[in-house]
């Protein structure tokens, strides 16, 4: 009778991935951008020598952008470049280390000297 109460309860189990199961190969990086700047911005991505427009985030929100990094297995870093309309300044990210599926915190300040940016490992 034991035996039959396991077997019925575990056709609902969720299957556990087996340890050390690779990550996805191809995944989207995306950026969290959170802008503290007067001015909206407008975030870019730069990969492999080509800058892609991500979007524009207004002053005082925050905004999820897709990029392209992550979808091409050789694509494993890129910089972001952010330019507050209306500015003569910029401000560029060092370079960003990623996997595919991985999330990057941008935040945005008014003294674009002042912002940073953080890399979160995809989660399961």
């Known amino acids: 009778m034991a035996a039959l109460v396991i077997v019925g309860f575990s056709g609902c189990a969720r299957a556990a991935k087996p340890p050390g ?3 996805p190969a191809y995944g989207p990086v995306v950026v969290d951008v959170e802008n503290n700047n007067w001015n909206t911005v407008v975030v870019y991505a730069y ?11 207004s002053t005082g929100t925050a ?23 209306g500015s003569r300044q910029t401000y560029r990210t060092g ?3 990623v996997s595919p599926g991985d999330r990057v915190r941008l935040q945005i300040e008014n003294d674009l000297n002042l912002s940073t940016f953080t890399t979160h490992a995809a989660t399961d």
């Open 21 to 23: 199961e690779p990550k």
């Open 95 to 97: 370079r960003i280390l």
């Open 47 to 57: 990969a492999h020598g080509q800058l892609q427009r991500l979007g524009e985030v």
């Open 63 to 85: 905004a999820e952008l897709d990029t392209p990094v992550g979808t091409d297995p050789t694509a494993t870093d890129f910089q972001l470049i952010v330019h507050p309309i």
